[in-house]
């Protein structure tokens, strides 16, 4: 551990409160976030800088003149009379004794160091041992703002629960979601189902510097199929799937969804369900194929609904009309092709097209998600009773997740469902927002990985962090962060939260996928004489 | 080691000081210097906090004796008997102390011999002793003295200062080592490191 830069030593501590360090470096060449370790006599603990301070041990040498003192004077003071001091959280430790090849590896903080330890800049193999050395599940997502060494995402943590990726506009989310969906594919043990609301995933884009970066189905081949909304084309060219939706599975609840979208008014509710009752799976069908004024009244008294509600209802709804992608009857192969795609391990990207409305959006995610979740579940109870086949695990990935997960909708969509039952039927969410205070407290508080980058509202700070331990800290963290390309990663996915500088997705990344594979593992055994193993 | 002249004899001591008597009437020895007494077991080391100058009889006041012409070193020279009713005292606070060939910068275990000889240091005695600083804290620890301890230190970081050939490297560590004494004491130390600061950074 030579060459390590000493930054303090510990003077105060409590479990409840962190461990203050006394510095012995300018605090400007320190940052909030770093990741630190103390050296306690038998244990090292690895830490967050939470808060650096400014501190005098008489108040009075807070008022010292600033100008005019003699160099010497200030020279003495320095350090001793004033000084800094940093507030660290101790997330993890590590016996001395045991090395960072022992298998136990690093566990919670349930003591603290004695008085005067030392603390010091993490070094390359602290960040080596607390996040795993790139290559299989430990995917290499950035490096620390100051320093460069890879910092892995465990990917099989990762997507074993529900997880989130927030941050405002411009941020870089969605890059950092590419980022993560290519490192999943590559990785291979989930299949993953992309809603592309805005169709960035499967081909080039153009970035915001003008230049294009490549789409997943560039970069992954036939192992990423593309699933067009409707008989629609993709960038001129014909998908691999056509998802056409039947009306018989729309479900009334799924417009009450998007009441605001279509506009409804306070009846319609009442007005479908009454539909419902009549026509079952058909009243959709029925709704849409009514065209005159005398089939609408008896249709209304025949569902005993009012003629005014159901003539809105039916005004309404009639923009469904317009929607290719819904049929009143739809051949069982064409969602059924899909679903076996997916069954097969096929990561699918489901482009929305010309479709790019919310409405569209919302509506078939939720529609078709929740036929996959049916099937996923099945197969897995069916999995639970023959102990064969089991199903693989599903990724899905979700935009503008607050439309499905607002705290009314959670209860009503399926992806309220998923979230909340974790994994229990091997589905699992990773949704993508910019107003994660719009989601349902009992979601956000299950999501497992949370992936943050700057959020302006405090509201949004505080329910990216719900349920989490330390928020006061990890709120300090995220309000620090630059506003692109760095995030605060925390969660299931990683064995204590840290800032990371996301890698670029350039031409270097995707010869890295190529190359990450082989070295990786290689790399590891040099260091460890040994082949990596889980933390 | 040459033997320097001493300076006055012990009149008065206890386990925190000595009061000397200078042997050079109005010539203590500075304030903030080092001097020490040879005791059969080695020597004591104190430091010099206090002179004085007054009259053998503490019941008689000096009284002024300059008339024209007559005034300074020609008032002396026209009342010889002054050297004999007059006297110099200096009190120095004990700061260390040298057993068995051991330097300690404590109390001594024993007072000073009343009626021994004080003597200055050489600037290598100085040097020796300044290695360390444990003894500022014995300094600033003393109470009731008749000067304020930081004043007393700031002159003895002075005396050292020279003493050691203006050595700037102990004057930092010195400056750092009195502001961990003081941190807690705004005014004392800025008395200190004001006083102490070298010329050419005033």
């Given amino acids: 551990m030579e060459g390590r830069r000493r930054l303090g030593v510990i003077v105060r501590g409590s479990l409840r409160e962190g461990l203050t360090a006394r510095l012995e470096v300018d605090p400007e060449s320190l940052r909030r976030g770093s990741f630190v370790v103390a050296e306690g006599g038998e244990m090292r603990y690895f830490s967050l800088i939470s808060d650096l301070r400014l501190e005098a041990s008489d108040p009075k040498f807070q008022g010292l003149p600033a100008d005019g003192l003699p160099d010497y004077v200030r020279r003495s003071l320095d350090g001793i009379a004033i000084y800094a001091t940093a ?6 430790m590590l016996d001395k004794e045991v090395s960072l090849k022992d298998a136990t590896g690093p566990r919670p903080v349930r003591t603290i160091p004695s008085h005067f330890s030392a603390v010091y800049e993490a070094s390359d193999l602290d960040f080596l041992g607390v996040f795993g050395t790139e290559g299989g599940k430990y995917f290499r997502i950035g490096t620390p703002p100051d320093q460069n060494i890879p910092i892995c995402l465990a990917l099989d943590h990762f997507t074993q629960r529900s997880s989130g990726i927030f941050g405002q506009t411009g941020t870089g989310k969605s890059f950092l979601a590419r980022i993560l969906l290519a490192g999943i594919i ?191 579940r099945e197969r897995t109870e069916e999995f639970y009773r023959t102990k064969r086949n089991a199903p693989k695990h599903l990724l899905i990935t979700l935009e503008e997740a607050h439309k499905f997960l607002s705290p009314a909708a959670a209860k009503q969509t399926i992806f309220g469902t998923i979230a909340r039952e974790m994994r229990k039927y091997n589905v699992t969410l990773m949704v993508i927002d910019q107003r994660p205070s719009g989601i349902d407290d009992e979601v956000l508080s299950q999501l497992g990985t949370r992936v943050a980058a700057r959020l302006a509202d405090e509201a949004d700070i505080e329910a990216v962090l719900t ?41 270097q990344f995707y010869k890295d996928l190529q190359a990450e594979k082989v070295g990786a593992e290689k790399f590891f055994e040099e260091l460890y004489g040994r082949r990596p193993s889980s933390p | 080691m040459g033997q320097q002249e001493p300076l006055g004899e012990v009149i008065a001591t206890n386990s925190r000081m000595l009061v000397a008597q200078s042997h050079l009437l109005n010539q203590p020895p500075p304030l903030g210097s080092l001097v020490k007494v040879a005791t059969p077991q080695g020597h004591i080391y104190a430091l010099v906090c206090f002179g004085e100058t007054g009259g053998i009889d503490t019941g008689r006041k000096p009284v002024a004796r300059s008339r024209e012409e007559v005034e300074n070193e020609e008032v002396y020279r026209q009342n010889p008997q002054l050297e004999m009713v007059l006297r110099t005292e200096f009190q120095a606070l004990l700061v260390g102390e040298e057993r068995g060939g051991h330097l300690r910068r404590q109390l001594p275990l024993q007072p000073p011999p009343l009626h021994y000889s004080v003597y200055p240091l050489s600037s290598e005695e100085v040097r020796r002793f300044t290695e360390g600083y444990g003894y500022f804290r014995l300094l600033l620890a003393v109470q009731g003295l008749p000067l304020p301890a930081p004043e007393v230190l700031a002159a003895h970081l002075r005396f050292a200062y020279e003493e050691r050939g203006e050595d700037r490297e102990w004057l930092e560590e010195a400056g750092r080592q009195a502001a961990e004494l003081l941190k807690h004491d705004y005014e004392g130390l800025m008395e200190v490191l004001l006083a102490a600061a070298p010329a050419e950074e005033r």
């Fill in chain 1, 186 to 376: 590559q990785w291979g043990e989930v299949v993953n189902l992309v809603f592309d609301m805005h169709n960035e995933y499967a081909f080039e884009v153009q970035t915001e510097d003008k230049g294009f970066v490549k789409g997943l189905r560039d970069l992954f081949g036939s192992k990423v199929a593309v699933c067009a909304l409707g008989e629609q084309f993709i960038r001129g060219r014909p998908a691999d799937f056509n998802l056409l939706i039947g009306m018989e599975e729309v479900e009334p609840r799924d417009l009450e969804l998007l009441a605001e979208e279509f506009n409804l008014t306070s009846t319609a509710p009442t007005v479908m369900d009454s539909l419902y009752r009549r026509y079952g799976q058909g009243w959709l069908s029925k709704l849409l194929s009514l065209e005159t004024k005398e089939e609408l009244e008896a249709c209304s008294e025949e569902t005993q609904s009012n003629y005014q509600a159901f003539d809105a209802l039916w005004r309404k709804l009639s923009v469904l009309r317009g929607k290719d992608y819904l049929r009143p009857e739809v051949p069982y192969r064409a969602v059924e092709d899909i679903l076996l795609a997916l069954e097969k391990g096929q990561h699918i990207i489901l482009e929305f097209g010309q479709y790019d409305d919310l409405l569209d959006y919302t509506l078939v995610a939720n529609i078709f998600s929740r036929r996959i979740y049916q099937r996923w």
């Fill in chain 1, 87 to 92: 507030e660290l959280t101790p997330y993890l």
């Fill in chain 1, 467 to 507: 349920a989490m331990p330390r928020r006061m800290e990890l709120a300090g963290i995220m309000a620090g962060l630059e506003d692109r390309q760095q995030v605060l990663l925390m969660g299931h996915g990683v064995p204590m939260p840290v800032v990371v500088s996301t890698r670029p997705y350039d031409a």
